[in-house]
Nanobody, 112 residues
């Protein structure tokens, strides 16, 4: 199983970015995909996740600004009203039963 993330970049505060993550390989259809982020000197944290059944979960800090979605095995994160504190490396994750797979990170930098 491989995950490949796209879409990071540099944006001004108040701007928008859209991240994508494509999962390839063979895995059980019931699973959860999610976005995590890690800022310098901080622990990796959950940003948003979505199950194969469509149930979503968001960190309080991004509710109302970020939207997570998926199309089969491709995960998306629409990020609006970006803030400097959203600056981090963003990682996608696929959790299937007891296994977890991570994609490479993509840098998101929000300038003030």
């Amino acid at each position: 199983v491989q995950l490949q993330a796209f879409g990071g970049g540099l944006v001004q505060a108040g701007g928008s970015l859209r991240l994508s993550c494509a999962a390839s390989g063979t895995f059980f259809r019931i699973n959860t995909m999610g976005w995590y982020r890690q800022a310098p000197g901080k622990q990796r944290e959950l940003v948003a996740s979505v199950t194969s059944g469509g149930t979503t979960d968001y960190a309080d800090s991004v509710k109302g600004r970020f939207t997570v979605s998926r199309d089969k095995n491709t995960l998306y994160l629409q990020m609006n009203s970006l803030r400097p504190e959203d600056t981090a490396v963003y990682y996608c994750k696929l959790r299937v039963l007891k296994n977890a797979y991570w994609g490479q990170g993509t840098q998101v930098t929000v300038s003030s």
